[in-house]
C-alpha cells in the first residue's frame, strides 16, 4: 500500500509568500498589516486523485467515525489537517439540506433554483462551520502548552452564538462583545445561555471590533472574528458539499449575502480546490447581494473594483450585514475576479418583499437570505440569470432567529415597507358561526389570487 502523503497547512502573508506562520501560532496579520491565508501543501493533496477524493468524501458523508461524520470535519485534509482528532470540537455541523425552491424559482422565472439550508444548523447559521475549525485549533493549542484564557469575538449576533457554543462544548472560557441593542433577542440569549462573557457595548459593531482587538492584542485573548482566517477554512466546505450534494455536477450560479466579506471568500476557496485537485473541471459564477444600506462592495463593483472606499453602513433588516468597512474585502474582490462575479444590492422594502414572498412558498428566511433573493429575482428580470439556469441561494442563517422582523412586516409596521403579503392573524371570539363565514370568506379571497 502507498504511503499515506503528510498533509500541511500554514498561515501566509496574501502579498508575500515566503512570510509563513504555522497554524497554532497566535497571529491575525502579516508584517504589511494584511490578512493572513490558509495555504494547504497541494503537492501532497495532488497525490490524490480527484475520483479519490469524491469518493472518500462521499464514504465519510452521514457516517458516524469521529470526526469525519462532520461535514466539515468529512474533509480535513483540505480544512486543518494537522489537528490531532482527539482535539476536534464539532456538533457535527454541515450537511445542511439543499431543496429545489420549485414553486418560488416558477414565481420569479427560474426553473432550477435551489436553497442551501445552511442555517439548519447547531446554532443557526452558517458560522458554525468556521468555529468548529477555530475552537478546535485553540484546544489542541491549549494542550500544547499555550497559555491562551479565552477565545473572543464582536459580532453582529450569529459569530457570538456559534463561538459561545463550541467554547462551551469545549470547556474554554468565551467572551462576546455585542452592539447594545442592535441583535435580536434570540442571537442575544445564545450565548447568555451558554455561559459565555456577555458584553453589550454601547456601540455599532465597528465599535465592538476595535474593543476585540485590543483585548487581543494587549491581554493575549484569543480573537474568533473572521480576520482569523481559521475560519474561512471551514466555512470553504459549504460550496464542496453543494457540488457533492449535486453528484460532484457544478451549478451556473451561487447567490450568496456579504458583510464582513469572509463567506463569499471561502466559498470561492473551497471552489478553487475543487478545480485543482481535479474534482471539477468548469467554474460557476458568484453573485455576491449587499443591503443598499450597507453596500460598499456594491459601489466598488460598480467601478470594476478600481477603487475600494469603505462606508458608515445604516441600519437595515439585514442586521448581520450591516458592515461599512469589511475586513475581508481584499479576499473577496480576488474571489469574485476569479468567479466572473457580479455584486447586487437589495433595498430594504426588496429584501422584505422577497422574503415574504418566498415565506409563501413554504421558505422561512432570514432577511440576509432575502437579500440573496432579492438579488436574484433583480438579474432574473434582467436576463443576466437565464431561466434555465441552475441557481443555488445561500441561505445564511434559520428564519426563527429573526422573528421580530416578521411580526413587524405581517402587523404592517415596518417603516417605509408596504408590506405586499401580510398575513396577520384573524381575532375573532370564539362563535362558530361567525367564524365560519370569515373563514369561508376568506377562503374565497384567496383563491382569487
Ligand atoms: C455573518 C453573516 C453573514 C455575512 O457573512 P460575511 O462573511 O460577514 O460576509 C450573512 N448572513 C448571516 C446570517 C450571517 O450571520
Redesign the pocket.
Known amino acids: 500500500m502507498a504511503v499515506k502523503p503528510r498533509y500541511r497547512a500554514w498561515f501566509e502573508s496574501l502579498h508575500d509568500p515566503s512570510e509563513r506562520y504555522a497554524l497554532d501560532e497566535v497571529v491575525y496579520t502579516s508584517r504589511d498589516g494584511g490578512l493572513l491565508q490558509v495555504v494547504h501543501d497541494m503537492d501532497a493533496l495532488r497525490q490524490t486523485s480527484g475520483a479519490e477524493w469524491r469518493r472518500l468524501f462521499e464514504e465519510r458523508s452521514h457516517r458516524n467515525e469521529w470526526p469525519y461524520g462532520s461535514g466539515v470535519w468529512g474533509k480535513k485534509e483540505w480544512v486543518c489537517p494537522e489537528i490531532d482528532g482527539e482535539h476536534v470540537v464539532s456538533m457535527y455541523e454541515g450537511h445542511s439540506n439543499l431543496f429545489w425552491a420549485e414553486r418560488y424559482g416558477r414565481e420569479i422565472g427560474l426553473a432550477d433554483l435551489w436553497i442551501k439550508q445552511c442555517?439548519n444548523s447547531h446554532t443557526g447559521?452558517?458560522?458554525d462551520l468556521g468555529m468548529t475549525v477555530l475552537v478546535s485549533m485553540v484546544k489542541e493549542m491549549i494542550a500544547r502548552g499555550k497559555q491562551i484564557p479565552a477565545v473572543a469575538c464582536a459580532s453582529?449576533?450569529?459569530?457570538s452564538a456559534a463561538l459561545s457554543a463550541y467554547a462551551a462544548a469545549a470547556g474554554i472560557p468565551a467572551i462576546v462583545f455585542l452592539p447594545r441593542g442592535k441583535i435580536s433577542v434570540a442571537q442575544l440569549i445564545q450565548p447568555v445561555a451558554n455561559g459565555a462573557i456577555v458584553f453589550a457595548l454601547d456601540t455599532d459593531f465597528d465599535g465592538c471590533m476595535e474593543i476585540v482587538k485590543q483585548v487581543a492584542e494587549k491581554d493575549g485573548i484569543y480573537l474568533a472574528n473572521?480576520m482569523n482566517s481559521l475560519r474561512i477554512e471551514g466555512?470553504k466546505t459549504v460550496g464542496v458539499e453543494i457540488v457533492q450534494q449535486f453528484d460532484w455536477e457544478v451549478p451556473d450560479w451561487f447567490v450568496i449575502?456579504?458583510?464582513?466579506?469572509?463567506?463569499?471568500s471561502?466559498l470561492a476557496k473551497g471552489l478553487d480546490m475543487m478545480v485543482e485537485l481535479g474534482l471539477v473541471s468548469r467554474r460557476p459564477r458568484i453573485v455576491c447581494a449587499q443591503a443598499e444600506a450597507a453596500n460598499p462592495l456594491y459601489l466598488s463593483y460598480q467601478r470594476n473594483f478600481a477603487v475600494f472606499e469603505p462606508i458608515a453602513a445604516r441600519p437595515t433588516l439585514?442586521s448581520?450585514?450591516q458592515?461599512g468597512n469589511?475586513v475581508?474585502i481584499e479576499k473577496a474582490i480576488d474571489a469574485l475576479r476569479r468567479y466572473d462575479g457580479i455584486v447586487e444590492q437589495a433595498s430594504e422594502a426588496e429584501l422584505a418583499e422577497a422574503c415574504a414572498h418566498a415565506d409563501r412558498t413554504g421558505l422561512f428566511n432570514?432577511p440576509?437570505t432575502g437579500v440573496a433573493l432579492a438579488a436574484t429575482g433583480k438579474l432574473a428580470r434582467r436576463g443576466i440569470i437565464r431561466k434555465d439556469d441552475r441557481v443555488v441561494v445561500l441561505s445564511?442563517?434559520h428564519g426563527l432567529k429573526f422573528v421580530d422582523f416578521k411580526v413587524k412586516y405581517h402587523s404592517m409596521t415596518l417603516e417605509g415597507i408596504a408590506s405586499e403579503l401580510p398575513n396577520p392573524p384573524i381575532e375573532l371570539p370564539a362563535v362558530y358561526q361567525t367564524v365560519r363565514d370569515t373563514m369561508l370568506a376568506e377562503i374565497e379571497r384567496r383563491a382569487k389570487h
Open positions: 442555517g447559521s452558517f458560522k453582529t449576533g450569529d459569530t473572521s466555512q449575502p456579504g458583510g464582513n466579506l469572509g463567506n463569499v471561502a439585514a448581520a450585514i458592515i469589511p475581508s432570514c440576509h445564511t442563517a
